[in-house]
T-cell receptor, first 109, second 114 residues
Framework: KNEVEQSPQNLTAQEGEFITINCSYS?????LHWLQQHPGGGIVSLFM???GKKKHGRLIATINIQEKHSSLHITASHPRDSAVYIC???????????FGTGTSLTVIP | DAGVIQSPRHEVTEMGQEVTLRCKPI?????LFWYRQTMMRGLELLIY????????DSGMPEDRFSAKMPNASFSTLKIQPSEPRDSAVYFC????????????FGEGSWLTVV
C-alpha cells in the first residue's frame, strides 16, 4: 500500500498548455513538499505546504487537508518545465516521510 | 553559498568494497537528509539528522548501510560491503527550520557497483 499516490504518471503537453499534477495521500500530515527533478538528475524543492495555496512564478500549489489532496499547476507550460515532479508528505505522527512515485512531464514545443 | 556539496559525483566500485559518500550541507542548516534514487523504487529517504542527531533511520535498507554526522558541516553515508543492487544515485539534502523547510539538494553521487 502506497501512502502517496500521484497522477498522472506520465504527461505530455503542448507548450502553453495549463498543466495539473495531483497528489493524494492517506495519512494525516504536517506538511507536503513538491520536488522537481530535471532530466540531468538535479532535484529542486518547489514548495512546502501545510495549508492553502502558494504561488511562485508560473507554478501554483494547493492543498486541501480535509480531502488529503494537493495539486501542482503549471500555467503557460514551457519545454523547460519538462521534468519529474515528486510529491512528498511528512506525517504528523512518527518521523518517516512518504514519497509519491513521481509524474514525468514532457512539454513539446 | 555553494549549496549542498556531495562527493564523489561518480563512483564505480567492485562488489564487496566499502563505499563512502560525503556531504557538506549548507552552512547554518539544522536538518540533513540522505536519499537514494533507483529506477525501480524511485526516490527514498534513507535517514535524516536534526542538529547532527539521527532522527529516523527506518529507511536504511540493511546493516550494510551506516550514516554519521560528526559535526554540523559534514556527513557520511557508508556501504560495507557494497553489492550490485546498491547501484543508485544518492542525494544529500539540507534544510533550515526557519526557512519554511525548503529542502536544498546536492547534485547526487552516482554509484555503480559491479
Amino acid at each position: 500500500k502506497n501512502e502517496v499516490e500521484q497522477s498522472p504518471q506520465n504527461l505530455t503537453a503542448q507548450e502553453g498548455e495549463f498543466i495539473t499534477i495531483n497528489c493524494s495521500y492517506s495519512v494525516g500530515i504536517s506538511a507536503l513538499h513538491w520536488l522537481q527533478q530535471h532530466p540531468g538528475g538535479g532535484i529542486v524543492s518547489l514548495f512546502m505546504l501545510s495549508s492553502g495555496k502558494k504561488k511562485h512564478g508560473r507554478l501554483i500549489a494547493t492543498i486541501n487537508i480535509q480531502e488529503k489532496h494537493s495539486s501542482l499547476h503549471i500555467t503557460a507550460s514551457h519545454p523547460r518545465d519538462s521534468a519529474v515532479y515528486i510529491c512528498v508528505v511528512l506525517p504528523n505522527t512518527g518521523n518517516q516521510f512518504y514519497f509519491g512515485t513521481g509524474t514525468s512531464l514532457t512539454v513539446i514545443p | 553559498d555553494a549549496g549542498v556539496i556531495q562527493s564523489p559525483r561518480h563512483e564505480v566500485t567492485e562488489m564487496g568494497q566499502e563505499v563512502t559518500l560525503r556531504c557538506k550541507p549548507i552552512s547554518g542548516h539544522d536538518y540533513l537528509f540522505w536519499y537514494r534514487q533507483t529506477m525501480m523504487r524511485g526516490l527514498e529517504l534513507l535517514i535524516y539528522f536534526n542538529n547532527n542527531v539521527p532522527i529516523d533511520d527506518s529507511g536504511m535498507p540493511e546493516d550494510r548501510f551506516s550514516a554519521k554526522m560528526p559535526n554540523a558541516s559534514f556527513s557520511t553515508l557508508k556501504i560495507q560491503p557494497s553489492e550490485p543492487r546498491d547501484s543508485a544515485v544518492y542525494f544529500c539534502a539540507s534544510s533550515f527550520t526557519g526557512s519554511g523547510n525548503t529542502i536544498y539538494f546536492g547534485e547526487g553521487s552516482w554509484l555503480t557497483v559491479v
